[in-house]
Antibody
Framework: QVQLQQWGAGLLKPSETLSLTCAIYGTSLTGYYWSWIRQPPGKGLEWIGETNHRGSGTYNPSLKSRLTISTDTPKNQFSLRLNSVTAADTAVYYC?????????????WGQGILVTVSS | EIVLTQSPATLSLSPGERATLSCRASQSVSNHLAWYQHRPGQAPRLLIYDASNRATDIPARFSGSGSGTDFTLTISRLEPEDFVVYYCQQRSDWPRTFGQGTKVE
């Protein structure tokens, strides 16, 4: 069974860098795409971006200038970095796998981590 | 970007009843639409992919239909654990987008 476990700082000040990591258990990082999705309080889900182990990926244009999604094949994990955060970046952040051969959908998801940006 | 509009925002039903959730796309997404179930405090769960295919271990009471711009998620007989939020999501064009969700209460 594939499981994703994520961690990172939950409280940031404006202008700081958001950094989250998602560890993959039960499958290899190679062969899939890996994505980040967020949900601001009281709002819907927003796709942040995705990448594969070769670094081939796509970012949401609304975040692209501040965003890096990277993979670490030996550690079987991937990471999100979002620069210059503001209160608008406060959200629950999820990592997820995309199996482009099977479902081409987000499955499974990590448990989510609340990141709050506040001075 | 493709906007997905889900209706209704809230669906009030009782256990055992049939639930019909709608997702409308601002332009055709072919059959490139998925449905997710989201329980509070938990990770979202993939229910349906490519409009009508049930994901692994998803009960048969969940079914999806539609193509182009109009899609439906049907829950044939609601179980108590089904009273949560459901999202549709398209992968036809970048960026991937989600609907705003339908809460079944």
């Amino acid at each position: 069974q594939v499981q994703l476990q994520q961690w990172g700082a939950g409280l940031l000040k404006p202008s700081e860098t958001l950094s989250l990591t998602c560890a993959i258990y039960g499958t290899s990082l190679t062969g899939y795409y890996w994505s980040w999705i967020r949900q601001p309080p009281g709002k819907g889900l927003e796709w942040i971006g995705e990448t594969n182990h070769r670094g081939s990926g796509t970012y949401n244009p609304s975040l692209k200038s501040r965003l890096t999604i990277s993979t670490d094949t030996p550690k079987n994990q991937f990471s999100l970095r979002l620069n210059s955060v503001t209160a608008a970046d406060t959200a629950v952040y999820y990592c997820a796998r995309i199996d482009i051969v099977a479902t081409n959908s987000f499955d499974p998801w990590g448990q989510g981590i609340l990141v709050t940006v506040s001075s | 970007e493709i906007v997905l509009t889900q209706s209704p925002a809230t669906l009030s039903l009782s256990p055992g009843e049939r639930a019909t959730l709608s997702c409308r796309a601002s332009q055709s997404v072919s059959n490139h639409l998925a449905w997710y179930q989201h329980r509070p405090g938990q990770a979202p769960r993939l229910l349906i992919y490519d409009a009508s295919n049930r994901a692994t271990d998803i009960p048969a009471r969940f079914s999806g239909s539609g193509s182009g711009t109009d899609f439906t998620l049907t829950i044939s007989r609601l179980e108590p654990e089904d009273f949560v939020v459901y999202y549709c999501q398209q992968r036809s064009d970048w960026p991937r987008t989600f609907g705003q969700g339908t809460k079944v209460e």
